[in-house]
C-alpha cells in the first residue's frame, strides 16, 4: 500500500502545508508522484522536475472615495518539466488529477523515448533558512479593515495639500503555496506571502497637473503597512513628489555629471547590469557581459549582489522555483566580473550549479534566470560630500520607465523626480530629463559612492520574456561622470 509523501517524523511547516493543500485533496500519494517522475525520466532525459502551485490573490482599488474594484481569485496547477541537452519539454495543468498530471508528463517527455523504469526514494529536501513566516496575508484583516486602510490612506493624501486633486489607493495581498520534486526525489516546499500598497496622486496648480506615486511592500502580514504609520507615509510622499513636479523646470540636454540617489535608482543597475548578468543571456552569447568573467568591467570598488536571503523583502526567496536555497550571489566584486545568475538548465549546461535563481511567474511557465534583490554595496562617502563635489549636473531621486537592449547594454530610463547640481548644491528641480546610455560603460563611469545603502520600498516587479515576478533593487547615492542626459533645454548642459 502506497503511503503520502507527509511521513510523520516531517516536521517541515512548508513542506506539510504544501502537501496538505496541493497533494492530499488530490489524492496523490508517494507512489502516484513516483509514476509521474517516471514517466518524465529516460536515458537521455538530463533532468526533469514537477512543481506545484497554489495561489491566494486579493485586491482592492479605492478612487473618489469609492472602492471601485474588489477581487478574489485562486489559481492551482502543476508544470511538469523534462531536458534533454539544451531541449526542454513541458507541459502543465490546471487539475490535480493523477490522470490529467500523467497526460501532460507524457507531452513533456516526448523530446525523448521510453522511461527509465527506476523507483526514486522520495525525501523532504533540508530546511533552509526561512526568510518570512508562512502565513497568509489575506486573513491578517477583516475586509471592513482593510477598507478602512485605504479610506485613511486617501484621507492622508487629500489633507496634505489643498492642490491634490485626485487619489487613487491600491491594495493587493498575495499567498503562494509551491511544492518541487526533481528527478533525484527531492522534495522542496515553500509559502509565500506577499503584499504592496500603492498611491498615485494627481496635484493642480495654476492649470497644470502633476502626477505622484509612491507605495511599498513585503512578505508580511498587514500589520507591516499600520507600523509607524507607514501606509500613510506613502501617501503623503506621494503629494509631495507631486508638488515639487509642479514646480519642476525643462531639464537640460546633454553630456554631464550624474548624481543617483540612494534605493529605488537601482532599478538602472537593475535593467542596464542585472538582467545582462543573467546566465541563459550568457550562454547564448547574447550579453554584453558574455565571457567576461575575470575581467574589469566596472570602476574600482564597485562591488554588486544578487541576495535572496534579506528576511522578508519582496524579492526574498527560502527556495526559487527549482527547489533550491536562495542565497547572496556576488556578481561584480570591487570592479571585476566573477559570477552570473543561474537556474538548473542553464548551470549544467555552462559546467557550474545552480545560485538559486531559477524563477517563473506560474506553474504555466517554464523557471529561468531571473533576479531577485539586486544591489550596490555602499562605499565611503557621504551623500552631501557626493553632491558638493559637482560643480554642474543632474541628481536624480525616483525613476520611472526604461527600455533596455541585453546585447549592447543600451539604455535610456525616465526620471520622474530630478534636480540640477549648481555649485555642489541641489538647485531646482527639473522635469523630462532622460539618462542614456551602455551599462558596462556606466559602471566604468562611476567616481564616488556613498555610505547610505538603501533598499526599495517593495514595489519592484520583473518582467522577462513575458514573465513578471517581484524583486527588489537598491543602491547607494552614485556619482557618474560623462552621462548622456535627453532633455529640453541644452543650454543648461555643461561643457563637453
Known sequence: ????????????????TACATLLEPAGLDEDALDRLLDVLRGPTIDAADLYFENSR???????????????????RGAGLRAISGEKTGFAYSDELEFAALRHAAQAARAIARGGQGTRVTLTPAPVPRRLYA????????????????????????????PCVKKVVVSLTMAQDIVLVLSDDGRLSADVRPLIRLDVNVIAERNGRREQGTMGGGARRALDFLLEDDRALG?????????????????APAGNMTVVLGPGWPGVLLHEAVGHGLEGDFNRKGTSAFAGRLGERVA??????????????????LSIDDEGEPS?????????????????????RLMGTRSTGNGRRESYAHLPMPRMTNTYMRAGVYHPQEIIASVAR??????????????????????????????????????????LIGNGPDVL????????DLTLDSGVGTCGKDGQSVPVGVGQPTLRIDGLTVGGTDAALAEDP
Open 57 to 75: 490573490v486579493q485586491s482592492w482599488r479605492l478612487e473618489d472615495g469609492i472602492v471601485k474594484d474588489g477581487s478574489f481569485y485562486i489559481e
Open 1 to 16: 500500500m502506497a503511503t503520502h509523501v507527509t511521513p510523520t517524523p516531517l516536521t517541515d511547516a512548508p513542506l506539510d
Open 327 to 347: 542565497q547572496c550571489t556576488t556578481l561584480i566584486e570591487d570592479g571585476i566580473l566573477v559570477g552570473y545568475l543561474q537556474d538548473r538548465l542553464n548551470a
Open 393 to 434: 549636473g543632474l541628481y536624480a531621486v525616483n525613476f520611472g520607465g526604461g527600455q533596455v537592449d541585453i546585447t549592447s547594454g543600451k539604455f535610456v530610463f525616465s526620471a520622474s523626480e530630478a534636480y540640477l547640481i549648481e555649485q555642489g548644491r541641489l538647485g531646482r528641480p527639473v522635469k523630462g530629463a532622460t
Open 234 to 250: 506613502y501617501a503623503r510622499e506621494a503629494v509631495r513628489q507631486a508638488l515639487v513636479n509642479l514646480e519642476a523646470e525643462e
Open 444 to 451: 566604468q563611469r562611476v567616481r564616488l559612492i556613498g555610505n
Open 299 to 316: 570602476a574600482p570598488q564597485v562591488t554588486v549582489v544578487d541576495d535572496g536571503t534579506l528576511p522578508e523583502r519582496r524579492g526574498s
Open 134 to 161: 508562512p502565513l497568509d496575508p489575506i486573513d491578517t484583516l477583516s475586509d471592513a479593515d482593510k477598507i478602512h486602510l485605504l479610506h485613511r490612506v486617501e484621507a492622508a493624501a487629500w489633507h496634505a495639500d
